[in-house]
Nanobody, 127 residues
Framework: QVQLVESGGGLVQAGGSLRLSCAAS????????MGWFRQAPGKERECVAA????????YYKDSVKGRFTITRDNAKNTVYLQMNSLKPSDTALYYC????????????????????WGQGTQVTVSS
């Protein structure tokens, strides 16, 4: 069973940066689509970025384009989310997720497309 562990969250001032990491167990990580999601209190969980196993396909939510960058290091079984120019509206619990059985496609940017989730890491951006 694949397990995901996020790290790197914290409190940052508006305009600052954070890098989230998600370490995955499993020997076939390089074939997994990986997604970063966030959920703010009272709001639905939304995908902010997703990346295919070979990094050729990448998705970003419109509101984070140009500010967030998703990358992966398959040798380290890790996916990253570099977040720059952070805004108070980026405050949320951030999760990484995967579904080893599902290839890249439209479902890659919806929570329903994933069945394995990390525990989440809190990102708080102060104004």
């Amino acid at each position: 069973q694949v397990q995901l562990v996020e790290s790197g969250g914290g409190l940052v001032q508006a305009g600052g940066s954070l890098r989230l990491s998600c370490a995955a167990s499993g020997t076939t990580f390089s074939s997994y689509v990986m997604g970063w999601f966030r959920q703010a209190p009272g709001k639905e969980r939304e995908c902010v970025a997703a990346i295919s196993g070979n990094s050729i396909n990448i998705y970003y939510k419109d509101s984070v384009k140009g500010r967030f960058t998703i990358t992966r290091d398959n040798a380290k079984n890790t996916v990253y989310l570099q977040m720059n120019s952070l805004k108070p509206s980026d405050t949320a619990l951030y999760y990484c997720a995967t579904n080893p059985a599902r290839p890249w496609g439209v479902s890659s940017w919806y929570p329903q497309g994933y069945d394995i989730w990390g525990q989440g890491t809190q990102v708080t951006v102060s104004s």
